[in-house]
């Protein structure tokens, strides 16, 4: 990537921002891996190689920036160049080359990727904004917290909070940030049924709400509620109807980046578990976002992943989501075939995106 700053670390809360001392151009990180096909490559690149990476004194620590938790969800940046075009302006009323950074605590921040060197021995608090998601005050869950691995055990890969592992997008056209947080309130929520997940859409200068919808699709399907598990918090969702399949928003874990297709203006999820915890499955839904203020639920943008049994069927990978289709034969491809979860045999199925229209 040619930046001149190179946002490459986090390490115990600390965000840590490295200086290439390059006066070359800067561009966008909008989305996981650089690009919608998620490459993670810049073809222009020419200063950046391996070599001047590895020479003693071309990459120095900058600064280091406190956040309030883990950071699964790879960082982004918007240059100055691009947020210029947009409406409105940071607080502080200047121009910045933004670095955003999402915790598995359901918050968002946005800092200043310019901001005065003082190196990484000092942690720091200057943010351009802090948008905490889980609690949002005039969202449905005004008490909530992060979901936490207490709740649902399983493995303990992501510990302790579950609240925001994906990768956000951004959409340069309008100024806005796309995000998922997981969220248990038991003030606001039914007692049996205390999770949900909430898409948000932030304005990337402000932090502040553009809008947001609560992730609830159904599907037809046959579905048994399943029994509590012992020493985990319990969901126990049940379909509007019989012959529908309900989103478990406990177990459901958006675990790949969001992608967006701004031609269309479609956002797509990708999900599959924590841990292989039950009742899940693999869904990939699709998000009319042409008004971020509404945003709706595409039907026929939306799948339900086949699978041998009745769930269990998972986009795991970073890149589930992808402009690129490459069709795949089951009956010739095992299982798990490039973070395809299972996979019936004779059952045509992409090694990305599972064959989606977002028109």
């Known amino acids: 990537m040619r930046l001149n700053k190179l946002i490459a670390l986090v390490i115990s809360f600390a965000f840590i921002v490295f200086n290439c001392r390059l006066s070359s151009a800067q561009m966008d990180i909008t989305t996981w891996q650089v690009n919608t096909s998620h490459t993670g490559v810049n073809p222009t690149e020419q200063t950046l190689t391996p070599a001047f990476v590895s020479g003693s004194g071309n990459v120095t620590c900058l600064f280091a920036e406190q956040v309030d938790g ?9 240059t100055s160049t691009t947020s210029t075009k947009l409406p409105g302006s940071f607080p502080d009323g200047a121009q910045h080359n ?7 605590n359901g918050t968002v921040y946005a800092i200043d990727g310019d901001r005065t060197s003082d190196g990484c021995n000092k942690v720091n608090q200057n943010y351009l904004w802090v948008m905490p998601l889980v609690n949002y005050k005039n969202g449905p869950t005004p008490n909530g917290q992060a979901e936490a691995y207490e709740d649902i055990k399983g493995a303990a890969d992501i510990t302790p909070l579950l609240g925001l592992t994906e990768t956000p997008v951004i959409d340069t056209v309008t100024g806005t940030l796309y995000v998922v947080v997981s969220v248990k309130d038991t003030q606001d929520l039914p007692a049996a049924t205390p999770f949900m997940q909430v898409l948000y859409a932030l304005d990337v200068k402000t932090g502040n709400v553009k809008g947001f919808t609560i992730i609830d699709p159904e599907f037809n399907g046959d579905y048994t509620p399943q029994a509590c598990v012992a020493n985990t918090t319990c969901d126990i969702v049940t379909p509007s109807q019989s012959g529908r399949i309900p989103f478990v928003p406990e177990h459901q874990h958006l675990r790949s980046a ?3 297709d701004s031609a269309h203006h479609t956002l797509y999820l990708a999900y599959a578990s924590h841990n292989d915890q039950t009742p899940y499955w693999g869904l990939v839904l699709g998000y009319n976002v042409s008004n971020p203020a509404s945003m709706t639920l595409q039907g026929n943008s939306t799948r339900i992943l086949p699978a041998l049994t009745k769930r269990q069927a998972s986009g795991w990978a970073g890149q589930v989501l992808r402009s690129t289709r490459i069709p795949i034969n089951c009956s010739s ?11 019936p045999a ?3 199925m ?10």
């Open 70 to 78: 883990q950071v699964n969800a790879q960082p982004l940046y918007l």
């Open 98 to 104: 933004a670095v955003y950074v999402a915790t598995q």
């Open 258 to 260: 969001l992608t967006l």
């Open 333 to 343: 491809q095992p299982a798990m075939a490039a973070g395809i979860r299972t996979c």
């Open 346 to 348: 004779a059952t045509p």
């Open 350 to 359: 992409v090694r990305s995106i599972p064959g989606l229209t977002s028109r």
